[in-house]
Nanobody
Framework: QVQLVESGGGLVQPGGSLTLSCAASGFSLDYYSIGWFRQAPGKEREGVSC????????YYFESVRGRFTISRDNANKKVYLQMNNLKPEDTAVYYC?????????????????WGQGTQVTVSS
């Protein structure tokens, strides 16, 4: 079955760091771009970052630019999101998602596969 599984969420203090992982199975990560999204209670889902398949070009949405780093390991079929200098407003459920190649990953469009999400809570 096609699956994306996030892990690494948890409780972290403001200013701290956390790394999320997204493990893919059932399809080849080589042919998909991966995006990270998040959704806080009462708010709509928003983009965080994304990384393209072949050239690994990356994009960061303004709210996390300069603080988060996205990377991918196609051999191990994993994508990571390193989050630094975390703020309380980063608190949300974080999702990874995959979209077939041929699209700019940061544009508003439908992704093909979604993970179940992992909770990140930033609080002192």
């Amino acid at each position: 079955q096609v699956q994306l599984v996030e892990s690494g969420g948890g409780l972290v203090q403001p200013g701290g760091s956390l790394t999320l992982s997204c493990a893919a199975s059932g399809f080849s990560l080589d042919y998909y771009s991966i995006g990270w999204f998040r959704q806080a209670p009462g708010k709509e889902r928003e983009g965080v970052s994304c990384i393209h398949s072949a050239d690994s070009d990356v994009y960061y949405f303004e709210s996390v630019r300069g603080r988060f780093t996205i990377s991918r390991d196609n051999a191990n079929k994993k994508v990571y999101l390193q989050m630094n200098n975390l703020k309380p407003e980063d608190t949300a459920v974080y999702y990874c998602a995959a979209i077939r190649i041929g699209y700019l990953c940061y544009m508003n469009q439908e992704y093909d596969y979604w993970g179940q999400g992992t909770q990140v809570t930033v609080s002192s």
